[in-house]
């Protein structure tokens, strides 16, 4: 099932930087786009959400842009925290959530 | 804030067993589901539940699998005879609606069967 990629497995950024992570989906009948967070041993937890009908979306220091021509969203963290690392998980709905590989986000001191 | 809770956090079975994975969505939540995560893949869509009964289930989800809601407030996965390749981390999951609204995960539960 390769509906949703996420083809960066890891990504490193420095503190107080911006941490873009990237997301690929292939069905265009997704009508909402979601962003995970997951630390080991843990559930994901929601982070922000897109609706298919808008471009951008802003939640403090987390922003989503989807840009549906090129059926690609993004995510981004700025500044970034040592706090923010963990896997990332990009999800499209339908009836159902369609999970990306994940990305694993680590912010250096 | 509430959050979905499940039991136990850990089960480990024998081949062929029946276990039974219980969780306790969200209250005022309508929509519940299961998802599975095998280990090093993706998070995978197992089932959803509406209104005491299955709304929508995954090709995964064979006669092996059953789900129930027993009561008001408990939602459960049942595997009748476990498989080796059942052993993965099950996330169970509620929403209050359908597309469109977040769903929220619980802590998940992680099998192992030997």
């Known amino acids: 099932d390769q509906q949703v990629k996420q083809n960066s497995p890891s990504l490193s950024v420095q503190e107080g930087r911006i941490s873009i992570l990237n997301c690929d989906y292939t069905n265009s009948m997704f009508d909402y786009f979601l962003w995970y967070k997951k630390y080991p041993a843990e559930g994901p937890t929601f982070l922000i959400s897109i609706s298919s009908i808008k471009d951008k979306n802003e939640d403090g220091r987390f922003t989503v842009f989807l840009n549906k021509s090129a059926k690609h969203l993004s995510l981004h963290i700025v500044p970034s925290q040592p706090g923010d690392s963990a896997v990332y998980f990009c999800?499209?709905?339908?009836?159902?959530?369609?999970f990306g590989e994940g990305t694993q986000l680590t912010v250096n001191p | 804030e509430p959050e979905v809770t499940q039991t136990p956090s850990h089960q480990v079975t024998q081949m062929g067993q029946e276990v039974i994975l219980r969780c306790v969505p969200i209250?005022?939540?309508?929509?519940f589901y299961w998802y599975r995560q095998i280990l090093g893949q993706k998070v995978e869509f197992l089932v959803s539940f509406y209104n005491n009964e299955i709304s929508e289930k995954s090709e995964i989800f064979d006669d092996q699998f059953s789900v129930e809601r027993p009561d008001g407030s408990n939602f459960t996965l049942k595997i009748r005879s476990t498989k080796l390749e059942d052993s993965a981390m099950y996330f169970c999951?509620?929403?209050?609606?359908?597309?469109?609204?977040?769903?929220?995960f619980g802590p998940g539960t992680r099998l192992l069967v030997l």
């Open positions: 209250s005022n939540h309508l929509y």
């Open positions: 999800a499209a709905s339908g009836s159902r959530l369609t």
């Open positions: 999951a509620s929403s209050w609606g359908t597309s469109g609204e977040t769903q929220y």
